[in-house]
């Protein structure tokens, strides 16, 4: 998957506790992004990052933190897990913002 | 707020036949328009995409058919085969903007039966 490993690929988790889901990429592209995916509502953006620390909202970003230290690594911080928040997660890289956007395998997380 | 609206939401086909996916945009900025296939366990990946200053592009058995002033696009397999069945998401932006984000529909689940 182009070089993006996400972890972990599952995850159960309960309400109030906090998840971090990581992405880390092998390819030193400049953007990277966290999606999730729902029935119904196909793939909404959480946040992107186009830089090291530089990061920016989504449509969906309410309850959820990233941070960004280093090229290789993005990180999705749920602060207190809600069942609203139970989801695959995708996070996807990009070179330029002409470039093809790739995804990495996702994170099944169920909040109980 | 929705900006890209798929249908239909799932679709069979017998083998051989051509499947088509409907997408339509409010944004009238957006100027690429990416359709991604998904299959069960994996991420999205690229299927064709296409730009608004063309109405037609074919990859192999995958067209995109665009319509500027309707806003709409759509995405045709021909001679489809079981191996296509997968989760179709259409999607929309505008390049060199706030990190080219990505705005999605809905999906379409395929299914074509041998």
């Known amino acids: 998957d182009a070089g993006i490993t996400q972890s972990p690929r599952h995850k159960v988790t309960e309400t109030g506790t906090p998840v971090t889901l990581r992405c880390h990429q092998t390819?030193?592209?400049?953007?990277m992004y966290w999606y999730r995916q729902d029935p119904g509502h196909g793939l909404r953006l959480i946040h992107y990052s186009y830089g090291v620390k530089d990061t920016d909202k989504g449509e969906v970003s309410d309850g959820y933190s990233v941070s960004r230290s280093k090229t290789e690594d993005f990180l999705l911080t749920l602060e207190s897990a809600t069942s609203s928040q139970t989801s695959v997660y995708f996070c996807?890289?990009?070179?330029?913002?002409?470039?093809?956007?790739?995804f990495g395998s996702g994170t099944q997380l169920s909040v109980l | 707020q929705q900006q890209v609206k798929q249908s239909p939401q799932s679709l069979i086909v017998q083998k051989g036949g051509i499947p088509i996916i409907n997408c339509a945009y409010e944004?009238?900025?957006?100027?690429?328009f990416p359709w991604y296939q998904q299959f069960p366990g994996k991420g999205p990946a690229l299927l064709i995409a296409i730009r608004p200053d063309v109405s037609e592009k074919k990859e192999g058995r995958f067209t995109i058919s665009f319509n500027k002033s309707a806003k709409q696009f759509s995405l045709h397999i021909m001679d489809s085969q079981p191996g296509d069945s997968a989760t179709y998401f259409c999607a929309a932006t505008l390049l060199e903007t706030s990190g080219s984000r990505l705005t999605f529909g809905e999906g379409t689940q395929l299914t074509v039966n041998p």
């Open positions: 996807a890289i990009r070179g330029s913002i002409n470039e093809k956007l790739f």
């Open positions: 390819e030193n592209h400049r953007y």
């Open positions: 944004n009238t900025a957006f100027d690429y």
